[in-house]
Structure formats: C-alpha cells, structure tokens
C-alpha cells in the first residue's frame, strides 16, 4: 500500500500522512491534490474527501527545492482533506480558515495547533515556513530528533505538522507512534527515516538546510567527513562545510565551522538525537 501510494501522491511524507489515515492512527489528512491518480487511489480504499473552494499555485523556496505555500486563487491545485468517515472530512473542510480547530480535527496537539494559529499571518509573510518559528521556539541546541521536521526537502519527516518546539513532547509521541506504523509495514523506510531525522541540522533562511551526519560530538564539539554532508543546494555555505571536518556549537545561532565564526539569527545549527 505504502509504495502505491509514494508513486500515487509522488511523495513519502505525503503518502505517509494519507497512510496513517487509512490506518486509523490519524483521524484526518489536508493534503495538496496535483496528482490526479489519488481521488482513484482513495476511492478503491474507502477514504472519504472533501476538496476545497480555492486552488493552491505552489511556490517553491530556491533555497531549499520546496514549497511551504502558494498564491490562492483561482488556479493551481486544490487542497484534499481526507478521513476513513465522511463527517470528519466535511468538519474539516468547514474549519479549514479556523487553524485552532482544523489542527484539533487533524489530530494535532493543542500546543502545535495555538504555535500555529499564533504566527499563522507573520508566516504567511515569509513563505510559510513554519519551521523557523519552530528553530526560534526552541531553547538549547539538542532536541528530539523525532520532532526534525527540518528536513522535508529531503522527503523525511514522521510529522504531519509543524511542531511548538523540537521539544514538543506530545509530537514526539506522534511521531513514535507514526514510526511504530511504518515499522509493522515497511521495516527498511522506518530505518531509513529514523537514520535521517538523527544527526546535525543547519537550517538557514534564504540560504539553505544542511543535514550533517556526524562521527562525534562531545559536548558541543562535532567532528564529521565533509562527504557527510547532504545539502538543498549547492552554494557557499555547502562548500564551507565540505572544506571543514570540525563544528562548534556555541548557541543554536552562534557556531563555527573549521574558523569560520557564524551568527545569524536566521541561521540554526541543531543536533537531534
Ligand atoms: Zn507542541
């Protein structure tokens, strides 16, 4: 089903969303509709939808090959809300302007759900990426890396949403609970995820993410072989991290990298493990 479904949808994270769905884990999906193959898919498993009044134009972010938001209107795509009942998809549809109540009905937990209706309009302002405000939202430089949602870019997540902070306990349960799932179903995909969410994060607005798989880190000190290093792109700051073997945390805006000092406020350097 789940292989289906990643060529279906073209994506794991968002075939994983409809997956959790199906399996009654997950009490509802919102997911864009820019592949028409899905609506045959739902059908044939018995999952109810509803499709929105508007339609989403995707705009993806260059530095990091993805799109977080869209110009609504008229054109584009619509957006799918999904669930095994119809009344769940219906509910969801009506409060899809209300984000307190269509994250409840998506199953998010109430925290995630006031982050996001709280910087809802200043995101919208900067792409919609919710994961700086999430970077911000997060005090110390080590959280749990079932809560990197830094890297969907790279198609790997095992959240839905966009957490609090990466200390969020009760989406680190969400996502335990997701991997548990896809564990049952897909032992290899589970491995590969969980391989990918641990490690080192730069996530830099306008710039790039970077995920650095390291070989150590003592205390703040990571060591680390360039060829390690997975970039969004290739620029500067990727030839910087490829040159160097050695970072070291001060703050999560505040590290150095071989000598070179950065501090930025839109930059985060954040080991997950
Ligand atoms: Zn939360």
Redesign the pocket.
């Known amino acids: 089903m789940l292989d289906t479904l990643t060529k279906v949808t073209g994506s794991v994270a968002k075939a994983l969303d409809i997956f959790y769905v199906a399996h009654g884990i997950k009490p509802a999906a919102r997911v864009l509709l820019d592949k028409k193959e899905l609506l045959t898919w739902l059908k044939d498993n018995k999952l109810w939808y509803t499709t929105s009044e508007f339609r989403v134009q995707p705009v993806v972010d260059p530095s990091r090959g993805y799109s977080d938001s869209g110009k609504v209107g008229d054109r584009g795509f619509p957006v799918l809300y999904i669930a095994k009942d119809q009344e769940t998809a219906l509910q969801a549809k009506k409060n899809e302007k209300d984000y307190r109540a269509l994250g409840r009905i998506l199953g ?8 996001y209706a709280k910087h809802a309009q200043e995101a919208a302002k900067q792409g919609n990426d919710f994961t700086l405000f999430t970077c911000r939202n997060s005090a110390g430089i080590e959280f749990f890396w079932q809560n990197n949602n830094c890297l969907r870019c790279f198609d790997a997540t095992l959240l839905s949403h966009f ?3 990466f200390s ?4 680190a349960s969400i996502a335990m609970r997701n991997l548990s799932l896809i564990k049952q179903h897909d032992p290899d995909l589970a491995l590969q995820i969980e391989g990918m969410l641990h490690g080192v994060v730069i996530y830099a607005k306008g710039v790039g993410v970077y995920k650095i798989k390291p070989q150590k880190i003592e205390r703040n000190v990571v060591t680390y072989r360039p060829r390690d290093v997975l970039a969004s792109r290739k620029n500067s700051f990727t030839a910087l991290l490829r040159m160097n073997d050695k970072m070291v945390i001060k703050e999560k805006s505040k590290f150095t990298v071989g000598k070179v000092d950065v501090e930025d406020l839109d930059t985060f350097a954040m080991v997950f493990k």
């Open positions: 998010y937990p109430s925290c995630c759900c006031e982050f957490p609090c902070s969020c306990q009760q989406s």
